[in-house]
């Protein structure tokens, strides 16, 4: 062992790459984990609810998905979902895209999608709950 | 030493990848898992259209109604059904690997197939429900 042995366990390369830990862990598997359980019971929940409306009128559905319980359901449902579908759609682009610019774009337009689609699904929840 | 193995060497497959491998089940429904949740990703615009259709008003509603009854509408809807329900049983079956349990041969199969047979079956069951005591889209 000389005085010029690496203090780190990191190659040289990759310290002047920078690419290493993103020091996040295991939180990307754990909050897909913990989404997907909480899914489970909510998912179940919106396919009744979606049951329990089919053959029903306008003025009926609003009044159904605005009620406090069905509307709370729902809102669980989507941010949940969409919080998931998030972490999913990274995995894959990360799995199948290796173009760095085209990454990077996909991986913003994935996030862009599931915030656009999850505040337009919570403004409509919000909007039948308040009739505004 | 190094170069009387260089032919031998040429001769392994370095790297097997998908095309080695002959389709296994478990292997199919991991790729049928991943495809339902890419086809959910999108599926979440069909609810959400929904959803800001019954905000929006009485037309806005009519015309998701009228589409939900249109062939290609019924033909995404019984889709987006299967797929909802196989990706979440596919989750289930997801877990319990997590958890370390039914890794045995035959236990893998029985899971996987267990995932098929109850996604169909819980669809095909959702659908009759929906048309036999709700009265079907309308």
Not at chain 1, 114 to 121: D, L, N, R
Not at chain 2, 17 to 46: E, K
Request: hydrophobic share 55%.
């Amino acid at each position: 062992m000389s005085e010029t042995a690496p203090r780190s366990l990191r190659t040289p390369l990759g310290r002047v790459r920078h690419l290493g830990s993103a020091r996040s862990g295991t939180r990307h598997f754990w909050n897909q984990r913990l989404t997907s359980v909480a899914n489970v019971p909510l998912t179940i929940a919106l396919v009744l609810i979606i049951l329990g409306l089919l053959g029903r009128n306008h003025a009926a559905v609003v009044q159904i998905l605005g009620s406090s319980f069905v509307a709370l359901t729902l809102l669980l449902f989507v941010v949940s979902s969409i919080y998931h579908m998030w972490l999913g759609m990274q995995v894959i682009i990360e799995d199948y895209v290796h173009d760095e610019t085209l990454k990077i774009v996909s991986l913003m337009a994935n996030t862009g999608f599931c915030f656009v689609v999850g505040f337009a699904a919570v403004f409509a929840i919000l909007k039948l709950s308040f009739g505004l | 030493m190094v170069e009387a193995n260089t032919s031998r060497l040429k001769e392994r497959p370095l790297s097997p990848h998908l095309q080695i491998y002959r389709p296994m089940l478990t292997m199919v429904m991991s790729i049928v898992h991943r495809l339902t949740g890419a086809a959910l990703y999108f599926g979440m615009l069909l609810l959400v259209w929904w959803l800001i259709a019954a905000a929006a008003g009485p037309n806005a509603y009519a015309t998701v109604q009228w589409f939900m009854e249109t062939l290609v509408g019924r033909l995404i809807l019984f889709g987006y059904t299967w797929a909802l329900i196989h990706h979440m049983l596919g989750g289930i079956r997801h877990l319990i690997w997590d958890l370390g349990y039914g890794f045995g041969p035959a236990e893998r199969e029985w899971l996987t197939v267990a995932t098929l047979v109850g996604s169909v079956g819980l669809t095909v069951l959702l659908w009759l429900v929906g048309y036999l005591l709700m009265g079907g889209i309308r």
